[in-house]
């Protein structure tokens, strides 16, 4: 079983066919970091555009289709102190047709991440 160290140096957008950035093996370990839903990096740099960009896709060698796989997260942390929220809601979390009036509108609302607790 090997341990991967993958840097991403490109993101997906689209839930689809993408060519595999990274093989691995049954029981191997991946390393990896990824970023915010605008495409933000830990520094808060731009490096891909938003919408959700994805981390991969990887191949496992061996795995045929209907197999089914299971994935250990050994540990997930945020990368940076702080986190955003936009405070609209999106559409497609409300009834078809249905257009909610505010009488504000906050945007985007950022907040601390405290480590310790």
């Known amino acids: 079983m090997a341990h991967h160290q993958f840097e991403p ?3 997906h957008t689209s839930i689809g066919s993408h060519e595999p950035e990274l093989h691995i093996a049954d029981g191997d370990t991946v390393s990896t970091t990824t ?15 938003g919408g959700n960009p994805q981390t991969g896709p990887f191949y496992i060698e061996g795995a045929e289709l209907d197999d ?3 994935v250990t ?14 405070s609209g809601i999106a559409a497609n979390v409300l009834d078809f047709g249905y257009v909610p009036k505010f009488d504000d509108d906050v945007g985007r609302v950022e907040w601390e ?3 310790d607790n």
Not at 35 to 49: I, L, R
Not at 73 to 86: C, H
């Open 73 to 86: 997260f050994d540990r997930l942390a945020p990368n940076r102190k702080f986190g955003y929220t936009n």
């Open 35 to 49: 970023v915010d839903a605008a495409g933000h990096d830990a520094s808060n740099k731009s490096v891909t555009p």
């Open 113 to 115: 991440i405290d480590f």
């Open 68 to 70: 089914s796989i299971a």
């Open 9 to 11: 140096q490109l993101y």
